[in-house]
């Protein structure tokens, strides 16, 4: 009779724990910056050298976990006049809520020379855990990875921001949840083959799992309207820095900010 009681109380709870899981509400968020279609091409400089190409793509929605999310993609090659020197095949996508711009799916994949690292994670915000080949990790609510994180950031207002201010944002990779600071550092006009564009500053202080591996600041323009379209980025490493370009862009949401 116990054993029938306690298998009861633990059938209830699990019962009960799934349908609460189910209903969970998420947030909703408006987005004006980004939609499926947009797709932005960057040269990679090293100094004066073009050293590779970089693809920043929203090619369709997809149903991850009964949601749609924007299946974002980001492809980093190196040139092939450049392969002998340093090959790079980097790839990351990440699957976002269409309506909460939080993360379902994660997948990092890094070729540079004879290094290489593979990651993913699945991010089951019902339960509030982050699944990896490795193990399961708790997660807060509506945490970001890395791609997510700058999507997520394309959307904010900064206009009431001062210079030297920012915001938090959490960011989960490998086994941690990391704070992933965000600092506005002003306005600046900005020429690229992509045309000539009114900028904001931002530079996302990375702790690990970043885009870019870098020794110094990471700075990044985004135009200076609903878009906040990413236009350069600049990466100081040891010996220079690694600067990307916008060489074109198609896509976009609405009107852009910029005279060509």
């Known amino acids: 009779m116990i054993n029938k009681l306690n298998s009861f109380i633990v059938f209830t709870i699990i019962s009960v724990t799934i349908i609460s899981a189910q209903n969970k509400e998420f947030r909703k968020l408006e987005n004006n910056a980004f939609k499926v279609g947009e797709k932005l091409v960057f040269d990679v400089k090293y100094g004066f050298v073009t050293a ?46 269409v309506e909460g711009l939080f993360p379902w799916r994660f997948e990092q994949h890094i070729r540079e020379g004879s290094y290489s690292r593979d990651f993913s994670a699945f991010f089951d915000h019902r339960r509030n855990i982050a699944k990896t080949s490795k193990d399961t990790y708790e997660i807060p609510d ?76 990471i700075i990044v323009w985004l135009t200076d309207d609903e878009v906040k379209m990413p236009v350069k980025v600049k990466s100081k490493v040891v010996i220079g820095s690694i600067d990307a370009e916008l060489t074109s862009y198609e896509g976009v949401a609405p009107k852009l900010a910029s005279s060509k």
């Open 52 to 97: 590779g190409v970089a693809v920043m793509e929203i090619p369709k929605i997809k149903n991850i976990a009964k949601r749609e999310t924007y299946h974002i993609t980001f492809n980093v090659n190196s040139v092939e006049s450049f392969d002998p020197f340093f090959k790079v095949r980097d790839r990351y996508e990440t699957y976002l809520d």
């Open 142 to 217: 509506n945490v970001n990875d890395i791609v997510s994180a700058f999507y997520l950031a394309r959307t904010f207002n900064y206009d009431t921001l001062e210079v030297g201010e920012g915001f938090y944002l959490e960011n989960f990779y490998k086994d941690k949840v990391y704070p992933l600071q965000v600092v506005y550092r002003g306005k600046e006009k900005i020429k690229v083959d992509a045309g000539t564009f009114d900028c904001i500053m931002i530079e996302p202080l990375v702790v690990e799992g970043g885009l870019f591996k870098s020794e110094g600041s």
